[in-house]
């Protein structure tokens, strides 16, 4: 098993580039089943995540190559098998992607439940609720979700008009999905507006379908009969990009983000600066500097625009060192706390009440061996242990960051971190 080991204490200097965003590559990949032709991702980052979704296409039946940077789907050549078994969606809660386009296109499909995971319960109720509106048939049967269109046969879903209960970024990409294939229009209503599904309606628009709205909480779907294949540079990663735009501020240091899309990261930027750091555009990125000491900020989670949860561990890193008292609330998942007890094991203050964490500022974090159930919160550790000026932090379970952060390491390292990647350490 892989750890990560920082001797901390080294203010971050220098410039680094964002990889493609995994958030946008993996809805993306699963539209190429939308059409029988050979598509192309381009700046797809190296992601542990990335292979899971490649492994799910070839199971279904699409031959898929992972290159460097690229991803490319090949034509059809056999029967698709719409079937993604519990072995591969268990890896990887996004694999639930493949519903909606198997769906609209083959007019049935048997999708593993992706369960719940560390951060939460996490169902899909809405994503088939969305499609059952569309006149699908479903059924749950022995942990898989069965779907059927509206014809005995099978047949093509119809338009519909349907309002998610509660703001969900897969569920609103699983539904455009399949109505872009679907028989007639089809509105949804308080649509998630992440930049990651605006993306993929430009992609989808590439292949021929009419979709407008994307972005905004009302989407409009005009489904065609035909979809064709793609060939589509990812956007750059806005959570990578926070990530490094917060280890660069929580150990006082100067990093130029090559690549990071400001305008999608606004909610947080604004908190940035109001905790003392100066925030700049620069090229097509964004600098970030810190001089003088942090200054405490309260902070609560919310769909886009607002706060991302996918950066509240990190900001809590940055809070834990600031002069003073700070409130973090996390609105979106139930269970996104799990750094607070490592980050208290480098000497953090931390008090959670329910989904709320209070955070008392301390002068310095000092190293130790860590761990975390899920992505962003192993990005905090790694954070925390930039940071530690006494001891070296091992952090342990890495195939966590690997699943979101392409050679985290190596471009740590670029902008002066000692940091290396040990191999055999414990579990
Ligand atoms: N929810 C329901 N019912 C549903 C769908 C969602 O109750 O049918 C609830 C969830 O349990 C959660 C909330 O709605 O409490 C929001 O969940 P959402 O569906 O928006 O999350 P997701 O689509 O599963 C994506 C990202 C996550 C990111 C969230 C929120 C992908 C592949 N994943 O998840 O990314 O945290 O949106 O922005 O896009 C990560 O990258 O580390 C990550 C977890």
Do not use: W
Not at 241 to 248: N, Q, S
Not at 316 to 326: D, F, N, P, T, Y
Not at 373 to 399: M, P, Q
């Amino acid at each position: 098993m892989d750890a990560i080991r920082i001797r901390g204490g080294r203010p971050l200097r220098g410039r680094v580039r964002v990889s493609g965003a995994k958030n946008a590559a993996l809805p993306i990949l699963c539209t190429t089943l939308l059409s029988a032709g050979e598509s192309l991702l381009r700046n797809v980052p190296n992601l542990r995540d990335i292979n899971t979704l490649a492994a799910l296409l070839r199971f279904l039946g699409r031959e898929t190559e992972v290159g460097e940077g690229t991803v490319r789907v090949h034509a059809e050549t056999e029967p698709v098998r719409p079937e993604a078994p519990y072995e591969l969606v268990k890896q990887m809660r996004a694999s639930v992607l493949v519903l909606g386009p198997l769906l609209a296109r083959f007019g049935r499909v048997k999708v593993s439940l992706p369960g719940g995971c560390a951060i939460g319960a996490r169902p899909i109720d809405q994503h088939l609720k969305g499609l059952e509106a569309m006149g699908a048939h479903i059924e749950l049967d022995r942990g898989y979700v069965i779907a059927k269109g509206p014809d005995a046969s099978g047949g093509r879903l119809h338009g519909a008009d349907f309002c998610f209960d509660i703001i969900t970024v897969t569920g609103t990409e699983n539904l455009m999905m399949a109505a872009a294939l679907a028989k007639g229009r089809t509105t949804l209503l308080n649509c998630a507006r992440e930049p990651e599904v605006e993306e993929l309606a430009h992609v989808l628009n590439k292949m021929g379908a009419r979709i407008q709205g994307a972005g905004s909480s009302q989407i409009r779907i005009e489904g065609v009969d035909e979809l064709e294949p793609f060939d589509h540079a990812i956007v750059a990663d806005r959570i990578e990009a926070g990530t490094f735009m917060v280890a660069a501020a929580a150990t006082a240091g100067d990093v130029l983000v090559e690549g990071a899309p400001m305008e999608h990261l606004e909610g947080f930027v604004s908190k940035l600066r109001a905790a003392g750091c100066g925030v700049a555009r620069e090229g097509d990125g964004v600098r970030v500097t810190r001089v003088g000491p942090l200054r405490p900020v309260d902070v609560t989670t919310a769909p886009y625009p607002g706060f991302p949860t996918d950066m509240q561990a990190q900001f809590m890193v940055l809070m834990c060192l600031a002069e003073g008292k700070s409130v973090i609330t996390e609105t979106i998942f139930e269970n996104r706390f799990m750094h607070v007890s490592e980050l208290a094991r480098m000497g953090a203050d931390i008090e959670v009440r329910g989904n709320t964490a209070i955070v008392h500022g301390v002068p310095t974090l000092s190293g130790a061996s860590v761990m975390a159930t899920d992505l962003r919160a192993s990005a905090s550790l790694v954070i925390a242990g930039l940071v530690a000026t006494s001891h070296e932090t091992d952090i342990l379970r890495v195939y966590h960051l690997d699943r979101g952060y392409e050679h985290i390491e190596q471009k740590l390292a670029g902008l002066g971190a000692d940091v290396e990647r040990v191999t055999g350490a414990p579990l």
